[in-house]
């Protein structure tokens, strides 16, 4: 009798631990959270690098997957600036809207929404920082052109890392005003390169690597999306509260306007490197979520032969602007369950705030 009693009591305890370890490895409220956007990436620009790179990338490595439909308030083909304020406040707004609803109110973005919850934050780009889809996550304008005012409003935020270009925005601005004092001021340490940004050990960095735009991949800027964003989330870990985090593979949009699937591929596979690396971060730390989209099509692209990059005929353009077709959605980590399912672009807010346990009050 008595070792029937003990051997009651070890299966208790055995199936209390198995409970708790589920428990730990289910939950839906991960840590981090690693927003990433593919700007004018469609399945066909996905199956496009893939073709390009014995087809496999890292974004297979994602297991959740589902769409979005992309429309604005304004249009049904959306531009960037409403697509990514959809995802940055929860509200469909008109195209060109920076953070702002269709009234032009500006509304809080999830970005805000976590510094005000003591994460840490940060924005990586290969555009200007001030570019329409980083914007919407930190800059309040009623138009998406406005990148000197978008600029001022960086200095309106707390957060922590922001990489991409537009450093004349913030230096040589029509109205006199150094916002690169300001940021020194405020703690920040202004950083011009990536051997600069290399460096870096700790506290809030403003990284500004080129005047305006930067560079395509295969014309100059080269691997620079990967370490910009690893080093975002090595300065970002930092804090034990947890973060957010948005990186944006710019250029697979300007590829799909030019027509040009060189461009477009080689933007492509650079963002998916980026995925890699963040994906390996992920699986380690052990309680971030990832989550892949896009924010519209560009380009309409089709594919329609055997081998697409050695026979031009193979690919076919429909269009130089965007499109309205739904766009894929992937996730993998804690809470990427939500994530199933074919949604409104701006539902994709309401998932990142109940991932990181955050209340809109708008």
């Known amino acids: 009798m008595k070792n029937i009693f003990i051997l009651c009591a070890i299966l208790v305890t055995v199936s209390c631990n198995t409970s708790k370890q589920e428990s730990e490895t289910t939950s839906e409220h991960p840590k981090n959270v690693i927003f990433m956007i593919g700007d004018g990436m469609g399945v066909a620009q996905i199956q496009a690098a893939m073709a390009a790179n014995g087809n496999h990338l890292n974004i297979e490595r994602l297991t959740t997957t589902g769409f979005s439909k992309t429309s604005s308030s304004s249009h049904t083909i959306t531009d960037s600036a409403a697509g990514a304020t959809a995802f940055s406040i929860g509200v469909k707004s008109y195209n060109g809207a920076i953070g702002v609803d269709k009234d032009t109110v500006s509304q809080t973005t999830i970005l805000e929404y976590a510094e005000k919850a003591g994460l840490a934050t940060g924005l990586v780009a290969t555009s200007s920082i001030t570019h329409a889809t980083p914007a919407s996550f930190i800059a309040h304008q009623p138009y998406r052109k406005m990148a000197e005012a978008i600029a001022s409003d960086f200095l309106k935020t707390d957060i922590d890392v922001f990489i991409g270009g537009g450093k004349k925005y913030f230096e040589s601005r029509k109205d006199g005003q150094n916002l690169l004092d300001s940021l020194r001021e405020k703690g920040y340490k202004t950083v011009f390169s990536l051997d600069e940004l290399g460096k870096l050990v700790k506290g809030k960095a403003a990284v500004l690597l080129s005047d305006s735009g930067m560079l395509p991949f295969a014309k100059g800027r080269g691997d620079m999306l990967a370490p910009a964003s690893m080093k975002a989330i090595e300065l970002l870990s930092q804090n034990e509260k947890g973060f957010f985090l948005m990186i944006e593979g ?22 998916d490197n980026t995925i890699g690396q963040v994906l390996d971060f992920a699986e380690k730390e052990g309680n971030t979520l ?5 924010d519209h099509e560009t380009g309409g692209l089709t594919l329609v032969g055997d081998n697409i990059m050695q026979d031009s005929s193979a690919i076919h353009f429909s269009t130089t602007h965007h499109t309205s077709v739904m766009v894929p959605v992937y996730a993998e980590g804690p809470g990427a369950g939500s994530f ?9 807010f309401s998932k990142l705030m109940n991932a990181l346990s955050l209340e809109a009050n708008n």
């Open 250 to 271: 710019s250029q697979i949009d300007w590829g799909g306007h030019m027509n040009d699937i060189d461009y477009v591929v080689s933007e492509l596979l650079d963002f």
């Open 290 to 294: 990832v989550v892949i989209t896009a």
């Open 340 to 348: 199933k399912g074919t949604y409104e672009n701006n539902t994709i």
